[in-house]
């Protein structure tokens, strides 16, 4: 009876525990304010551990992620000063943005599918070029001098909420349906859980994985444009070590990096229970430094509770 | 059966051995002995508690109670290392060699000849071949073991346990993947470490080669000791029926079945394994796939079914054009492939039941953008009870299922897409006798209700006892086709090296 709720609200268990501990530790932690600014400072990563979460349940990863946010937000905001009215300008980046990190996602899922060669090396690969990409195009310079109204996208709030939380509320919520309504989320399980057997069964396994890579290149790219818009700036330098943050979240979520095991849901867990640490522990004063240790000693001991609960 | 006066001296006596899982008994107060120079066979179904004995005897887990006598002494055995210590060698089905290791190298694994620290290959190679030699085996002990033949692996698992001094050797499922010739070799070497005094226990799910190697049989069922009996005093017969614990009116059931129309034909088919392969299935017929392994039989299968590439050739399907690019295609137009290796190519394991027979048929199942799972599990829970899947539920994960009915999922999932043309390969690899009945008997159905049947199987009395025809294939060429009343085990072994 105590391991079948374990097995299912463990995460949920260990985050309400997470929280109590700092509620009771700092008075401010449970306001609305507070509440809200975790969510605001989780959304980036969150928004890309959701594409991760396709790429991982598909056996795969994609290392790419981190460099793509830095590259989209530099050429986003290029395009962003183009000598056109706001609007056309503003729809112009968003869309060469979001193009860009589709088109990455479908070069990796291509070398992946076609040329056999493993997911680690291509996006790593990748990784580095749209890194160098990134300061190729900006001479390695920030882009400055944005149109205020840019920052609103994801400095602005709809309701008195972020609005980088209600897009991550939105990606995981469709996200959620797709993996478990269609039929695209069941060959995503299908593939990371026996891609032989799966394409045997008559799935198309090419090209689910190619579209895997394209959601989780797509969404890195989302997350790129709300970051320059939250800092009104393109920083080639930005989401450095994305990708490690997120693989964490999705890891600490309970998806198997060894495929077909896993949720989006499980990634939002692990995504807050990553969020929460870090804001307590700025509440509470507590060095970066340190921050790093106790976040890495957490990762280590929420992956164990989840081999933990396997067995 | 009664137990038979030995004369040899006991080598290996257990007594009593019970083993306890949560909810089940898996051993209950077990007997078993071998004496020096013996092969005596462990029977039963998947369940029936062999591997449960022969783990503790490996001491790959702790028995709760009996003894284990080694020489008539007492011996503790609580751990692998102590298994291995007093003389005892396992060789399991999935082998435990590294393939990017050498013969030698495998053979010495763990225990490597050395000086001063460092491995003496000159030695280590010695005494893997004069290891091999004993056992009467060309192989180049510097060679890499992924480069060896199923076969061979097996020889250098079997040397590497002497190499240790076994005296008691285990072997599960050995012949599992060979051909007659390789089973013949293997038999030899057998024969061979019984004459030199080593005590063999060998677990096999083809009684017909029991008869041929072993000396005595234990046949074991729910975890308990149905009896011991010397194989010249017992029958196939008795055994099944003391292994499944009630008679089968035959082993393998057959109906009178009326062939149709043309169902499938092949012409001049050549792949990188096949050359010039044609042959055409009926509605409403059974057609067996002889030969040796690497004979193409898979092969043909694969290239069916649009899994493998095709470099010439045609297909029919009911009179129509048919060339499959991918299984999606071959599945769209009614083909449904069994594999031999269920839990490699064919289920998603760690998925339900309802979602592994559904996988094929999910674009039916979807109303507009989602899948309807209401209608799914309605649809699998049908299956389920059609071929009579024991499991808790349609939500069961397939991992925790017998091979049997692993089996029958699969074959759900080609029954929901409505197959017209459904070949098995292997069907029966690792399935227990009872469910094998059961298999046959939905083969037979099938094949009734006007689908064409092609069987791969490397064991012929199953292709003779369920087959209509049978089309043997000899190094990727179609060698001749015997009619269920011509077929015979000669005919088709001749037929299978006719170029060898």
């Not at chain 2, 013969?103 to 763990?110: M, P, T």
Request: neutral net charge; proline residues 3%; aromatic residues 6%.
């Amino acid at each position: 009876m105590l391991s079948k709720i374990l097995d299912r609200f463990g995460l949920g268990i260990a985050l309400a525990l997470e929280a109590i501990i700092f509620a009771v530790l700092s008075p401010y932690f449970f306001t609305t304010d507070n509440l809200l600014n975790v969510s605001l400072q989780i959304s980036i990563t969150a928004i890309i551990a959701v594409g991760m979460t396709f790429v991982i349940l598909t056996a795969g990863i994609d290392l790419s992620v981190g460099s793509l946010v830095a590259v989209v937000g530099v050429v986003s905001t290029i395009l962003l000063k183009a000598d056109f009215p706001f609007v056309l300008s503003l729809l112009l980046s968003l869309v060469a943005g979001i193009a860009l990190g589709t088109f990455s996602g479908s070069v990796a899922g291509a070398f992946i599918t076609r040329f056999n060669i493993s997911p680690f090396i291509v996006t790593l690969a990748l990784m580095t070029i749209w890194r160098g990409a990134a300061f190729v195009v900006t001479e390695g310079r920030p882009v400055w001098d944005l149109p205020e109204a840019f920052s609103l996208l994801g400095g602005g709030r709809t309701l008195g909420v972020p609005n980088p939380t209600i897009i991550m509320a939105v990606v995981f919520v469709l996200a959620h349906v797709v993996l478990n309504r269609t039929r695209f989320g069941r060959y995503v399980y299908a593939i990371g859980g026996n891609a032989e057997a799966a394409r045997l069964a008559g799935i198309n396994t090419r090209r689910v994985v190619t579209q895997v890579y394209m959601i989780s290149g797509s969404l890195s790219a989302l997350s790129g444009i709300l970051l320059a818009s939250r800092m009104n700036s393109g920083q080639p330098n930005s989401g450095l070590m994305y990708e490690l943050d997120v693989i964490a979240a999705v890891v600490v979520g309970g998806t198997s990096l060894f495929g077909g095991r896993g949720s989006v849901a499980g990634t939002f867990l692990g995504s807050m229970l990553i969020g929460v640490l870090r804001n307590g522990l700025n509440l509470l004063n507590v060095g970066s430094y340190v921050q790093q240790v106790v976040v890495g000693v957490v990762i280590l001991l929420a992956v164990l509770l989840d081999q933990w609960r396997k067995k | 059966m009664l137990d038979p006066p030995r004369t040899m001296s006991l080598i290996l006596e257990m007594q009593q051995m019970t083993k306890r899982y949560p909810g089940v008994l898996a051993l209950d107060r077990v007997d078993f002995s071998l004496s020096a120079g013996e092969v005596h066979a462990l029977a039963g179904e998947n369940g029936a508690g062999k591997s449960t004995l022969m783990k503790i005897l490996a001491g790959a887990i702790q028995k709760d109670g009996g003894e284990i006598l080694l020489d008539g002494q007492r011996t503790k055995i609580d751990s692998p290392h102590s298994s291995l210590k007093n003389g005892i060698g396992m060789i399991y089905q999935d082998f435990k060699l590294v393939p990017e290791l050498t013969v030698a190298e495998n053979i010495s694994l763990g225990n490597e000849p050395a000086h001063r620290g460092f491995i003496d290959f000159p030695q280590m190679q010695n005494t893997a071949r004069s290891i091999l030699e004993q056992l009467g085996e060309n192989i180049d002990p510097s060679v890499t073991v992924k480069t060896l033949s199923v076969a061979q692996r097996q020889i250098v698992e079997i040397a590497k346990a002497l190499s240790r001094k076994v005296r008691i050797l285990a072997l599960d499922e050995p012949t599992a993947s060979l051909t007659e010739q390789e089973i013949q070799n293997l038999f030899g070497v057998i024969r061979k470490l019984k004459s030199d005094g080593v005590g063999i226990i060998y677990i096999s799910h083809r009684l017909d080669e029991l008869f041929e190697i072993a000396d005595l049989i234990t046949v074991l069922r729910d975890g308990t000791v149905v009896g011991t009996s010397s194989l010249h005093e017992t029958n196939k017969a008795k055994l099944i029926q003391a292994m499944v614990g009630r008679s089968l009116e035959e082993e393998y059931p057959k109906i009178q079945l009326q062939r149709q129309n043309e169902l499938l034909s092949v012409e001049d088919l050549n792949t990188p394994k096949l050359k010039d392969v044609s042959m055409t299935l009926y509605r409403g017929e059974i057609l067996g796939l002889a030969g040796l392994v690497g004979a193409g039989r898979t092969e043909l299968a694969r290239a069916i079914f649009g899994a493998d590439r095709v470099h010439s050739g045609t297909m029919w399907l009911l009179q129509k054009a048919f060339t499959p690019r991918s299984p999606k295609d071959a599945i769209a137009a009614g083909i449904g492939l069994l594999t031999e290796d269920r839990n490699l190519q064919g289920l998603i394991l760690q998925m339900t039941l309802s979602e592994n027979i559904s996988l094929a048929s999910l674009q039916r199942l979807t109303q507009g953008l989602f899948i309807d799972r209401t209608k799914e599990k309605a649809a699998a829970g049908e299956f389920m009870r059609k071929l009579q899947i024991k499991a808790p539920s349609a939500e069961t994960v397939v991992d925790t299922l017998s091979g049997g009915n692993r089996q029958k999922v699969i074959l759900g999932r080609w029954l929901m897409t409505k197959s017209k043309v459904l070949i098995f390969d292997e069907p029966t690899v690792g399935i227990d006798v009872g469910v094998k009945y059961e298999i046959y008997n939905l083969i037979n159905q099938l094949a009734k209700d006007g689908v064409g049947i092609m069987v791969i199987s490397s064991d012929l009395p199953e292709l003779l006892g369920i087959c209509d025809r049978i089309a043997v294939l000899c190094d990727g060429r179609m060698t001749g086709t015997l009619s269920r009343k011509e077929a015979t085990q000669e005919k088709i072994l001749r037929l299978a090296t006719e170029f060898s």
